[in-house]
């Protein structure tokens, strides 16, 4: 498959139409991601843009402030990939050198203090600015959707604080929502484990046991109660987060993020495990309405980096994510039914909006993807040949119902199926850039079908920018 784009052809930059002012501006404002010393190929990204770079590419310029994702690997190889978040303030610079014995940044900034500080005055006198290219403007809102809930705190939990380098892990020790690892033996000690802190040293992801149907140290009945109960599964979830909604959904991101952009497999077995967990219980909608506010717009963001083809698959079109999408439909329709009895107060604004945004993600999920949400169209794993075929009566069945346009549905900014950069900087500075077309139903795909070395094969492709 090819991207609209064509081979070798250069990407609009929104920097092309910007004043001289504004450019300046943003340049005095944005921080600066200096790297120096990687090898021409090696694959660069941050945030939502992946580069394969140039002997002459010497980092990023014009970084809004805030956090960040910045990654590097060998091209075409997500299991090389090593990345670190990072908090950039305006005007800040960050150096990091590349280590070619390691074959990735060196710890820290790879240098002393004093050389440091030479390269950011450096900076500051504009020296780099022919081999550092800018920020990509039109990916920032994009990451901001799919980052917005990430705090320190969130990242700390994960054991990956800021500055820390990030792999991703041993695929065959992640878990899935009850617990075990792929091969059906007991996680619980390795979720549990203690992983020592070394500074400089890479670390993978720890994820907290909120999916897990059995969490380790809980009495039988206790376990009982959260496979019967809702509301007890809910309330444990949250309590590990001492009751903060965006602190779950914090790491939800983190997982999602990771996934997308390293390949981590145990990050993907959390995101799925957490998202069927809030599907599966949200009966207790009305008890938790900023929560689930909130989580339905985060996932529907996130889906928007599948592609079309995601449900459609052979293999993964009978996957988790439309099972637990009909749950959720059908676990809010007693509130949907209720919504014009409760209006009063802000209690009946979060309900509307609430029941606006599911309404928005089923006609989302329908149009881009062809599936049906209707819990009782399971024929063809609810895919349909048209988002137009779709008839009146069986959206009227559905009291959150794709036939109710509306302007809170999300809007969906049709772009290629990967924006998927290679930065070659010449003699002026000039960037030319390539594109190619990936796909993110290629991991799920075969990881649903169990296929460890399919999946990972098919990471390189998951890339649905």
């Known amino acids: 498959m090819a991207c609209s784009a064509g081979a070798g052809a250069a990407l609009p930059s929104p920097y092309d139409a910007m004043s001289p002012e504004e450019a300046s501006a943003r340049a005095e404002q944005g921080g600066t991601l200096l790297c120096l010393d990687v090898p021409g190929g090696t694959e660069f990204g941050v945030d939502c843009t992946i580069w394969s770079v140039g002997p002459k590419f010497q980092g990023v310029k014009m970084v809004p402030p805030g956090l960040h994702?910045?990654?590097?690997?060998?091209?075409?190889?997500?299991?090389?990939?090593?990345?670190?978040?990072?908090?950039?303030?305006?005007?800040?610079?960050?150096?990091?050198?590349?280590?070619?014995?390691?074959?990735?940044?060196?710890?820290?900034?790879?240098?002393?203090?004093?050389?440091?500080?030479?390269?950011?005055?450096g900076v500051a006198r504009h020296d780099f600015d022919a081999t550092t290219g800018p920020y990509p403007l039109e990916s920032h809102q994009k990451w901001r959707r799919l980052s917005g809930h990430i705090t320190e705190a969130t990242l700390e939990g994960c054991?990956?604080?800021?500055?820390?380098?990030?792999?991703?892990?041993?695929?065959?020790?992640?878990?899935?929502?009850?617990?075990?690892?792929h091969d059906g033996s007991d996680g619980a000690d390795a979720a549990a484990a203690v992983v020592p802190f070394f500074p400089g040293i890479a670390r993978a992801p720890v994820f907290s046991s909120i999916a897990q149907r059995a969490p380790r140290g809980m009495s039988p009945a206790d376990v009982?109660?959260?496979?019967?109960?809702?509301?007890?599964?809910?309330?444990?979830?949250?309590?590990?987060?001492?009751?903060?909604?965006?602190?779950?959904?914090?790491?939800?991101?983190?997982?999602?993020?990771?996934?997308?952009?390293?390949?981590?497999?145990?990050?993907?077995?959390?995101?799925?495990?957490?998202?069927?967990?809030?599907?599966?219980?949200?009966?207790?909608?009305?008890?938790h309405l900023e929560l689930y506010?909130?989580?339905?717009?985060?996932?529907?963001?996130?889906?928007?980096?599948?592609?079309?083809?995601?449900?459609?698959?052979?293999?993964?079109?009978?996957?988790?994510?439309?099972?637990?999408?009909v749950k959720l439909v059908q676990e809010a329709r007693p509130m949907a039914e209720q919504k014009t009895a409760d209006t009063g107060g802000s209690g009946g604004l979060l309900v509307e909006e609430v029941t606006r945004?599911?309404?928005?993600?089923?006609?989302?999920?329908?149009?881009?993807f062809g599936v049906s949400l209707a819990e009782d169209d399971t024929g063809g794993g609810g895919t349909c040949d048209g988002a137009t075929e779709m008839s009146d009566e069986a959206a009227g069945s559905n009291h959150l119902s794709c036939a109710e346009e509306g302007e809170d549905e999300p809007v969906v900014v049709e772009l290629s199926e990967g924006t998927y950069m290679r930065m070659d900087f010449t003699d002026n500075g000039d960037v030319a850039a390539q594109t190619e077309l990936v796909s993110v139903a290629g991991v799920a795909a075969a990881e649903s079908a169990g296929d460890k070395d399919s999946a990972g094969a098919a990471a390189s492709e998951r890339m649905g920018w």
Not at 259 to 270: N, Q, T, V, W
Not at 357 to 368: A, D, E, N, T, Y
Request: net charge neutral; proline share 4%; charged share 25%.
């Open 224 to 287: 009982t109660r959260l496979h019967h109960d809702t509301g007890a599964r809910l309330a444990y979830a949250l309590g590990l987060f001492r009751g903060d909604w965006r602190a779950l959904l914090g790491e939800v991101q983190v997982a999602f993020v990771l996934f997308l952009l390293i390949g981590s497999m145990a990050a993907l077995e959390h995101w799925k495990s957490v998202v069927n967990m809030l599907c599966a219980n949200a009966g207790e909608m009305h008890a």
């Open 69 to 121: 994702l910045s990654l590097a690997g060998g091209a075409g190889n997500d299991a090389t990939r090593i990345a670190e978040f990072l908090w950039i303030a305006p005007s800040e610079v960050v150096v990091r050198k590349w280590d070619p014995v390691n074959e990735a940044f060196a710890p820290g900034c790879g240098m002393g203090e004093e050389e440091a500080e030479r390269y950011k005055a």
């Open 357 to 368: 945004r599911l309404k928005g993600i089923q006609r989302f999920v329908h149009r881009r």
């Open 159 to 181: 054991g990956i604080p800021a500055g820390t380098r990030v792999v991703p892990g041993d695929p065959d020790a992640a878990l899935d929502g009850k617990g075990k690892k």
């Open 293 to 325: 506010k909130a989580f339905l717009a985060t996932l529907t963001h996130q889906l928007e980096c599948a592609s079309s083809d995601f449900f459609t698959d052979e293999i993964s079109a009978d996957n988790f994510l439309r099972p637990a999408l």
